[in-house]
Structure formats: C-alpha cells, structure tokens
C-alpha cells in the first residue's frame, strides 16, 4: 500500500525576501551619498582655490564653525523653536480645515458642485500672493504666519483627500453592498482605506508646502526664525550664518518629510510595492 506525502510550505522562504529588502534598503542609502558628496568637494574645492571671493562663498569649514557657535550661543535652538511651533499651528490648522473640506467634497456630489470650483480658484493664488491683503487685515504678526502657513498646507491636503475619495473603486462598494454593509462600515471599512494612500500623500505635501511656505513668509515678514536669520545674516554680509541656517532648513524639511514617510510605512504596511 503506496503512502501518500503531502509537502507543507514553510516559512523558510520569507527569509530571503527580508533580506532582499535589506539589500534593497541599503544599495538605496549608499546610492544616496555620492551626489552630495560631490556637490560638498566642489564646494571645498571653489572656496579652497578661491573661484569666488570668499566672503561670497565662505568655506565648509567655516560655514561648520559659525553652526557651533549659534548652537551654543543658543540663537540657532531658539529660532528653529519658534520656526517648528509656527509650523505646527498651521499645519494643524490647514490639515484638519484640507480634510474636512477634501471630505465633504469628495463625499458629496452637492457639496462638490457648490465649493469646487471656489476652492480651485483660491487653489491657483500661490499663499505669498495673499501676503498684500492680509497684512492689511491681521498685521505682521503671529496671526499672519499662521495663516499663510494654513493656506498653504489646506489647498493639497483638501485635493488629495477629495481625489482619493472619488476614486475608490467601485468593485469595492459593489462587494461592501453584497456583504449588506451599513454606510458606517461602508465609510470607515473600505472608503477611508481604500483613499488613505491618496490622502496621506496630500499629508506629505501639505506638510512640505507649508514648511516651504514659514521659510518664504519669515523672509518677508518676521524678526524670528530660521527665515529671519537668513535675511539678518544678509543684511550683515555673514554668508556663512547665511548658509548655516539654510542647511538646517533643508535637513529640518527632510527629517519632517521622513517621519511622515515612515508612519506611511507603518500605516499602509498591507500595501506591496509595484518595483
């Protein structure tokens, strides 16, 4: 009498997929660095041979030596506080003001007849375009940047938001309706999912827009921040307190960009990768 064998699948096979990714992961990161690097050794190289003047472009070295001294003397912290709590307010404040109105239109066919075109009207007045009248209204106060900075956030959050919503498939209502599911669960159990990688993506963008948006109003119209420090080191023709606030700029919007990217992660992990 012949025995009959059944081969079970293991786990054993995830493993190298894992390490695949790590593979992935790291040829990813060391594919990142030569470019600055680059760009870094140019910079040396300009300031070492003196292309320009160097009070025009001031030396890595340098620019390094004026980061320490405003980290110690307490004006970079201080600056970068008031930058990141402005930002803060009027993310949350755009955020929250995108995704209701993204929900709404993307929601409700009326809703989107009567605000959609406003809202892509208003949408195609870039926030430093608002700058005139509403330094009028609220001054140059604190009132000023939030609302820029809102302004600025709200528009992609609110699009992105309505665009996920209306394009949910409809495979997915129709299987919903088959399971006789009430509109609760058809909203928070396929809807929300379904749209949430739309709708995180005009988190993303929203979040940059906005720091981009503190950076732009801070030059124009502000005696704090990392903005503000620009100007002042312009103003004084210090090029290296200048680029030294640029660099925390840029790797302040990175890191930013990278923490949401990571709750992204987190939050679609169900997603697989097209490449």
């Known amino acids: 009498m012949s025995t009959l064998t059944i081969a079970l699948p293991s786990a054993a096979p995830q493993q190298p997929g894992r390490l695949l990714r790590w593979n992935d992961s790291l040829t990813r990161f060391a594919l990142s660095w030569p470019f600055p690097l680059a760009v870094l050794l140019l910079w040396y190289l300009a300031a070492e ?130 399971y006789r599911f009430t509109r609760w669960q058809l909203l928070t159990k396929v809807v929300f999912p379904a749209a949430l990688p739309q709708i995180w993506n005009g988190i993303r963008y929203g979040l940059t827009h906005a720091w981009l948006a503190l950076v732009a109003v801070e030059l124009l119209a502000s005696s704090e921040g990392l903005g503000f420090m620009i100007v002042y080191g312009r103003q004084l023709y210090q090029l290296d307190v200048v680029l030294a606030a640029v660099v925390v700029v840029g790797a302040i919007g990175f890191a930013l960009d990278k923490i949401l990217a990571l709750i992204e992660q987190r939050l679609l992990r169900w997603r697989r990768d097209g490449f």
Not at 60 to 72: N, S
Not at 107 to 133: C, E, H, I, K, N
Request: net charge positive.
């Open 49 to 178: 041979f003196e292309w320009l003047p160097p009070q025009i472009l001031p030396p890595p070295g340098m620019v390094a030596a004026t980061f320490v001294d405003l980290v110690r003397s307490g004006e970079l912290p201080d600056n970068l506080w008031i930058s990141l709590w402005r930002v803060l307010g009027g993310f949350l404040a755009g955020g929250l003001a995108g995704i209701a109105l993204g929900v709404a239109m993307g929601l409700s066919p009326t809703a989107r007849d009567y605000l959609y075109p406003t809202f892509r009207l208003v949408a195609q007045v870039p926030s430093l375009g608002w700058l005139p009248l509403l330094m009028m209204l609220v001054g140059i106060g604190e009132a000023l940047k939030i609302i820029l900075i809102s302004k600025a956030a709200f528009v992609p959050i609110a699009l992105n938001t309505c665009k996920g919503l209306q394009g949910v498939s409809n495979r997915f209502i129709e299987v919903a309706r088959v």
